[in-house]
């Protein structure tokens, strides 16, 4: 199981860094310097940075719920330009945490390679799932949703120390990577398209109902993955000594 294992890792290193080369001649930008918060809950998730865009817009529904809608974008801990660090999913355990600045929200949690898995911290009872991108802007009730709880693999599967990387309630690549591995990842919101990450699908996360159940929920949002990348540093330099995780994102609440 441990050949198994290095072998399936050592593919996914040739992936991304494929993905990673890719990121390198088409970012030119110097990435805003990382400061490093502690965050502390019941886990001790470290490492947290996050820029935020808050551009909230609020509206009411028919009903009379205040919605609101806006754009983030977070910012990881560099990750060494090494096979090891670029090939472990705890390398960087978290990007840290972030709560939707609309009223009753989930606690979610980025983790596991350069932060594209998408994790609600379940405190209150969080459910996560997947809807065509093109239904962003719909209405709960008109949603085409995926639960995770239908579909889940057998991995992420990995004891990271400060938490445990489980295969239920999280969303990450689609399927089987790298192919023929064995490592099932189940639902998920991206691919990889030419060695690069590429959003397919938009991502919910709810709270009542059931985690089969998304039309039982009481609030719901919708997440639009734009870019999941890495950003090498220092620019201009080849090979970069690192690279930093940033994901770009918009939410809205639909219920």
């Known amino acids: 199981m441990k050949k198994q294992f290095k072998m399936n890792r050592y593919t996914l290193i040739l992936a991304m860094l494929g993905w990673l080369a890719f990121t390198s001649c088409e970012e030119e930008t110097e990435p805003a310097p ?22 909230i817009v609020y509206n009411s529904n028919p009903a009379g719920r ?8 977070l910012t990881g801990a560099p990750v060494p330009n090494d096979p090891i660090a670029l090939g472990d999913y705890c390398f960087q355990p978290r990007i840290g945490l ?8 989930p606690l979610l949690s980025f983790e596991g390679q350069f932060n594209s898995f998408i994790r609600p911290i379940v405190f209150g009872g969080w459910f996560v799932g997947t809807v065509p991108t093109s239904q962003f802007n719909d209405h709960w009730s008109a949603l085409t949703i995926t639960p995770k709880a239908g579909n889940v693999g057998n ?9 445990t990387a489980t295969p239920d309630n999280v969303l990450g690549v689609q399927g089987e990577f790298p192919a023929g591995s064995g490592d099932q990842y189940g639902e998920g919101y991206y691919t990889y398209v030419f060695g690069a990450p590429t959003p397919q699908k938009a991502v919910v996360v709810w709270q009542g109902g059931g985690a089969t159940n998304p039309a039982g929920a009481t609030v719901g949002y919708v997440l639009r993955i734009n870019a999941l990348n890495a950003i090498p540093t220092p620019p201009g330099v080849f090979p970069p000594q690192s690279f930093t995780p940033e994901v770009v994102l918009d939410f809205r609440r639909a219920l």
Request: charged share 15%; aromatic share 4%.
């Open 98 to 105: 972030w709560t939707i600045s609309c009223g009753p929200a």
């Open 155 to 163: 991995s992420p599967n990995a004891n990271c120390g400060t938490f």
């Open 66 to 73: 205040t919605l609101c809608s806006g754009s983030v974008t």
């Open 34 to 55: 990382v400061s490093q918060e502690t965050v502390s809950e019941d886990i001790d998730l470290t490492n947290v940075d996050i820029t935020l865009t808050e551009d």
